[in-house]
């Protein structure tokens, strides 16, 4: 099998400043003996010249499509929305196994070009747990901008959060959310109550994380899991919370943890909610107050309410790319040792499991599709 990875730069995804592959696990690979070919990109936060140092080849942006079909395709978010099909082996997350909205599109075209996906959300161990995730810093980044919107909301009524950009470090997202949590004590008297959902994984352990170190006081912060969630929702401690963070890993249909009904309650004070899990046009997502994806252009969509205060929903898909170059180096380092086995990737079980999956996806398909 090939030992050449194409890096591809994210085209199309123009927030999108992250990157599978950092200088460093481009290093290490080249050292293990493959050959990186990395596209060149404005965008990434890594410098092109950080990766040709370390004796990477650098590319055009966009030349993979006509990269030999035996060289296997890195890349981070979904491919553009185009229709030709796909020849080689893509690693990357798609967002088409959870009969997202236009999923079969998307899966398609890689049978119909004898491709293969495998998809980084889907990469598990023996025990079935994910071997990389961007959980921490999605839960992380989630929790701060959730806070932020709050600050703004007490202080600019009726005004829709302004866009954000990727920050250079943490430091400098924290040093922001501190100020916010002051000024809202400023004009509240208090800190504001955040209950998070799936605190006990990677994801809810970021956002409980940011909020505890930017000064939201620890009784402030409610860290519910499963055995909280057990009884079933809508849950009136959502509605009784300023900030809802919601970090599960949706996997079927579950009780609604809040729904159009619920936000009639006169005891309401929650005002933002961030679907870090963003399973926007997912048919069993637990939140069936919104239906639109939000960006770092427009962080948040309203929610039609009745009374004070007006509430809005974060349900950004790329939310640890306000923080890119940390997320990139965690997840990158993660995913290091898997990456070092694609030369054999079917005889390995990581990879291996991720085939079978695409096949058992693909198998899903309509016949119209193929």
Aim: proline residues 7%.
């Amino acid at each position: 099998m090939s030992k050449t990875l194409h890096l591809r730069s994210e085209l199309g995804k123009e927030l999108e400043h992250r990157s599978a592959l950092t200088p460093s696990t481009t290093k290490a690979l080249i050292e293990a003996g493959y050959t990186i070919n990395v596209e060149r990109s404005p965008q990434r936060i890594f410098d092109d010249s950080d990766y040709a140092d370390v004796g990477a080849t650098l590319v055009p942006e966009n030349t993979w499509r006509e990269a030999p079909k035996d060289h296997i395709i890195i890349g981070l978010k979904e491919l553009p929305v185009e229709t030709f099909a796909l020849e080689h082996v893509h690693v990357q997350f798609a967002h088409c196994y959870k009969q997202q909205a236009g999923w079969e599109k998307v899966l398609a075209r890689f049978p119909r070009g004898k491709g293969v996906l495998l998809d980084l959300e889907f990469l598990t161990d023996d025990r079935r747990r994910r071997v990389a995730a961007f959980g921490y810093h999605a839960g992380f980044a989630g929790a701060a901008l959730a806070i932020l919107n709050w600050a703004w909301q007490l202080e600019h009524k009726d005004e829709p959060f302004p866009s954000v950009e990727s920050y250079d470090n943490e430091n400098a997202l924290l040093t922001d959310v501190e100020k916010a949590v002051a000024r809202g004590k400023e004009k509240t008297g208090k800190a504001p109550r955040v209950l998070v959902i799936g605190a006990l994984g990677r994801c809810g352990g970021g956002a409980v994380d940011l909020c505890k170190r930017a000064g939201v006081p620890e009784e402030n912060v409610l860290e519910w899991d499963m055995a909280e969630t057990a009884k079933g929702g809508p849950f009136p401690e959502i509605i009784e919370s300023d900030i809802f963070v919601n970090c599960i890993y949706l996997t079927s249909k579950i009780p609604n943890f809040v729904d159009m009904k619920s936000l009639e309650s006169a005891s309401r004070k929650l005002s933002v909610v961030c679907d870090v899990s963003a399973d926007t046009t997912n048919p069993n997502n637990p939140i069936p107050i919104y239906d639109v994806a939000t960006t770092f252009t427009k962080p948040t969509v309203p929610v039609p309410v009745k009374g004070e205060p007006s509430l809005s929903v974060i349900s950004i898909d790329h939310l640890p790319s306000l923080l890119p170059r940390e997320a990139s180096e965690e997840f990158s380092k993660a995913l290091l040792p898997h990456l070092k086995q694609l030369k054999d990737w079917r005889r390995d079980p990581v990879w291996a499991r991720a085939e079978k999956l695409f096949q058992d996806k693909v198998s899903s398909l309509p016949k119209s599709e193929l």
